[in-house]
């Protein structure tokens, strides 16, 4: 009888155990979930007192952050004074030997009002406890990845309430809120850079606005027409742009146009030329990357999408994007979130994307150069826009435009452009588009003495590429719209035999250590180009391997 008594007592025991630790625990996840997502201090301050008021009674709650830069203490208080809080926020001085002692040792420490009376005058921290005019208080300090973010400062009228029990629970609560303030001073720091940025960026914008603005974009041919009424179109959406076009089109003016039209044209659009950074430090530079992430990281750095937020970020020439960064990069369109390198908190990002290029995305998936689902993702609004040649009406305005902003530039007085010339500009298929006829037209200012634009054939056949300048001197100038390149000379037609029995020999694979253009001493995305000049498919490569 006496040993099934013993028993019962036993397992009664042990089912109070099991109660205590199951109530420990819903606790800490009730604590937990409630202040772990906040990114407002003062708002994660205010959910912290009501949830440890709830739980334990506890009068007094002070969440006081360490503000190193500014040697001082940033204090959110609660005080409960008949269940009603009193609320406030203020900075303390961190010259505090009882703040010292928790903060170098990293303890928890459990302090009387009766024995602090004498050390009040000295120590304003101290003094600031006092007023509460409670007996007790319990100072845990908020660490996280070894560093000492703050403490909790804990306050009641029964020091029972800090039971070796109460104690243990409230040091994981410790824990658990100082991710939460980690997490929320990384917000607040993106936030404060953010903001410093748009203000020393508001002059820029107005430059932006003025002089590359949707009035810029010269054109009267029903080619462009079409092209703005799209840009009208998809503006005012959120949706993923893809502007196509050869180099020199204007991919950048469009881009801009589309932003500026936008419900976000009111914020920066933030650049990336993605042909224009090495590969390797592509990554960093869109998704940023933390102090010591790789070698020469001497301090964090906030990417391109991060800079971005809320406003439109342009990817010029998206097709030059590795292939291993590409999933990064699909992850953000599909998710909204980035992780910096070396870091592994997910951060939301809100960033209308516009991409640009001069590659044939389509013919790189089917060449497994481009990922299949990056290019459908980027592929939502595609927007073409024609090349000069195939919108020879467009020339006159453009060559009026660049003639009058030029010689405004070096101080010249150009007055008109004789239609001679004009009738010649007309005929030429301007491979370089609208940059190339911007650079004869400033060859041009520069040469002229007078007030007539001075632009002769010859000076033409001297600047142009040999394509351009051979029409110069033909009687009769191309029909309109269309464009048909010269037949191959042996120098391409050696080339293209060449690049034909490199692909065979890697099985069409163009990519990678055994891929052709390693082979052929070329970067991927220069010998896919020259394959696209060339007319060489490397479906037809393979397909003729395979017979």
């Given at each position: 009888?006496?040993?099934?008594?013993?028993e019962q007592?036993?397992?009664?025991?042990?089912?109070?155990?099991?109660?205590?630790?199951?109530e420990?625990?819903r606790i800490?996840?009730?604590?937990?979930?409630?202040?772990?997502?906040?990114r407002?201090?003062?708002?994660?301050?205010?959910?912290l007192?009501?949830?440890?008021?709830h739980?334990?009674n506890?009068?007094?709650i002070g969440?006081?952050l360490?503000?190193?830069?500014?040697?001082?203490?940033?204090?959110y208080?609660t005080?409960?004074?008949?269940?009603?809080?009193?609320?406030?926020?203020?900075?303390?001085?961190?010259?505090?030997?009882?703040?010292a002692?928790?903060?170098?040792?990293?303890?928890t420490?459990?302090?009387?009002?009766?024995?602090?009376?004498a050390?009040?005058k000295?120590?304003?921290?101290?003094?600031?406890?006092?007023k509460?005019s409670?007996p007790?208080f319990?100072?845990?300090?908020?660490?996280?990845?070894?560093?000492?973010?703050?403490?909790?400062?804990?306050?009641?009228?029964?020091?029972?309430?800090?039971?070796?029990?109460n104690l243990?629970l409230?040091?994981?609560?410790?824990a658990?809120?100082?991710?939460?303030?980690?997490?929320?001073l990384?917000?607040?720091?993106?936030?404060?850079?953010k903001?410093?940025?748009?203000?020393?960026?508001l002059?820029?914008?107005e430059e932006?606005?003025?002089?590359e603005n949707?009035?810029?974009i010269?054109?009267?041919?029903?080619a462009?027409?079409?092209?703005?009424e799209?840009?009208e179109?998809?503006?005012?959406?959120?949706?993923?742009v893809?502007?196509?076009g050869?180099?020199g089109?204007?991919?950048?003016?469009?881009?801009?146009?589309?932003?500026?039209?936008?419900?976000?044209?009111?914020?920066?659009?933030?650049?990336?030329?993605?042909?224009?950074?090495?590969?390797?430090?592509?990554e960093?530079?869109l998704?940023?990357?933390?102090?010591?992430?790789?070698?020469?990281?001497?301090?964090q750095?906030?990417g391109?999408f991060e800079?971005?937020?809320?406003?439109?970020?342009?990817?010029?020439e998206v097709?030059?994007?590795?292939?291993e960064?590409?999933?990064?990069?699909l992850?953000?369109?599909?998710?909204?979130?980035?992780?910096?390198l070396?870091?592994?908190?997910?951060?939301?990002?809100d960033?209308?994307?516009?991409?640009?290029t001069?590659?044939?995305?389509?013919?790189?998936?089917?060449?497994r150069?481009?990922?299949?689902?990056?290019?459908?993702?980027?592929?939502?609004?595609?927007?073409?826009?024609?090349?000069?040649r195939?919108?020879p009406?467009d020339i006159?305005?453009?060559?009026?435009?660049?003639?009058k902003?030029?010689?405004?530039?070096?101080?010249?007085?150009?007055?008109?452009?004789?239609?001679?010339?004009?009738?010649?500009?007309?005929?030429?298929?301007?491979?370089?588009?609208v940059?190339?006829?911007?650079?004869?037209?400033?060859?041009?200012v520069i040469?002229?003495?007078?007030t007539v634009?001075?632009?002769?054939?010859e000076?033409?056949?001297?600047?142009?590429s040999?394509?351009?300048?051979k029409?110069?001197?033909?009687?009769?100038p191309?029909?309109?719209?269309?464009?048909?390149p010269?037949?191959?000379?042996?120098?391409n037609?050696?080339?293209?035999?060449?690049?034909i029995?490199?692909?065979?020999?890697?099985?069409?694979?163009?990519?990678?250590?055994k891929?052709?253009a390693?082979?052929?001493?070329?970067?991927?995305?220069?010998?896919?180009?020259?394959?696209?000049?060339?007319?060489?498919?490397?479906?037809?490569i393979q397909?003729e391997?395979?017979?």
């Amino acid at each position: 009888m006496a040993l099934l008594q013993i028993e019962q007592s036993t397992r009664l025991a042990e089912e109070d155990i099991l109660r205590d630790e199951l109530e420990s625990f819903r606790i800490l996840v009730d604590v937990t979930n409630t202040v772990i997502a906040k990114r407002d201090l003062n708002e994660l301050s205010n959910e912290l007192s009501d949830e440890i008021h709830h739980f334990f009674n506890i009068s007094y709650i002070g969440l006081d952050l360490l503000d190193i830069a500014d040697d001082r203490l940033r204090c959110y208080t609660t005080h409960f004074v008949v269940n009603n809080p009193k609320r406030s926020q203020e900075y303390q001085s961190l010259l505090s030997p009882m703040l010292a002692s928790v903060i170098n040792h990293k303890e928890t420490r459990l302090v009387y009002s009766s024995k602090l009376d004498a050390l009040a005058k000295k120590d304003e921290y101290i003094a600031m406890m006092l007023k509460t005019s409670l007996p007790v208080f319990c100072l845990l300090p908020l660490v996280f990845n070894s560093k000492v973010l703050g403490i909790l400062c804990l306050g009641s009228i029964d020091d029972t309430v800090f039971s070796p029990k109460n104690l243990e629970l409230l040091q994981q609560i410790a824990a658990r809120i100082s991710i939460a303030i980690d997490n929320a001073l990384a917000y607040e720091e993106i936030s404060r850079l953010k903001d410093n940025l748009l203000h020393e960026n508001l002059y820029l914008t107005e430059e932006i606005r003025n002089f590359e603005n949707f009035d810029e974009i010269i054109g009267q041919s029903d080619a462009m027409a079409a092209v703005l009424e799209q840009v009208e179109m998809v503006a005012d959406s959120d949706c993923t742009v893809l502007i196509l076009g050869e180099t020199g089109t204007g991919k950048e003016l469009i881009a801009r146009a589309i932003h500026n039209l936008s419900q976000r044209g009111s914020r920066t659009m933030v650049k990336v030329n993605c042909a224009a950074i090495p590969s390797g430090l592509l990554e960093s530079d869109l998704f940023g990357h933390e102090k010591g992430a790789f070698t020469g990281a001497t301090s964090q750095r906030i990417g391109k999408f991060e800079l971005a937020e809320r406003s439109s970020l342009f990817l010029d020439e998206v097709g030059d994007i590795p292939l291993e960064l590409q999933p990064k990069l699909l992850r953000v369109i599909q998710e909204r979130e980035i992780e910096r390198l070396g870091s592994n908190k997910i951060i939301p990002v809100d960033v209308r994307l516009i991409a640009a290029t001069n590659c044939n995305l389509e013919q790189m998936v089917i060449d497994r150069a481009y990922r299949s689902d990056l290019y459908y993702r980027l592929n939502v609004f595609p927007i073409v826009i024609p090349p000069l040649r195939d919108r020879p009406e467009d020339i006159p305005p453009l060559a009026r435009f660049f003639t009058k902003k030029i010689a405004r530039r070096m101080n010249r007085h150009i007055e008109c452009i004789p239609t001679e010339t004009i009738n010649l500009l007309m005929k030429l298929p301007w491979p370089g588009n609208v940059r190339e006829l911007e650079n004869v037209i400033e060859r041009a200012v520069i040469l002229t003495r007078g007030t007539v634009l001075n632009l002769r054939a010859e000076e033409l056949n001297y600047h142009l590429s040999p394509m351009s300048a051979k029409s110069v001197t033909e009687s009769k100038p191309p029909k309109r719209h269309q464009y048909n390149p010269p037949k191959l000379a042996d120098d391409n037609e050696s080339e293209r035999q060449e690049i034909i029995r490199v692909l065979k020999e890697t099985n069409g694979i163009v990519a990678g250590p055994k891929g052709a253009a390693e082979k052929l001493g070329l970067k991927r995305t220069t010998l896919l180009s020259r394959m696209q000049r060339l007319g060489i498919s490397v479906k037809d490569i393979q397909d003729e391997n395979n017979l």
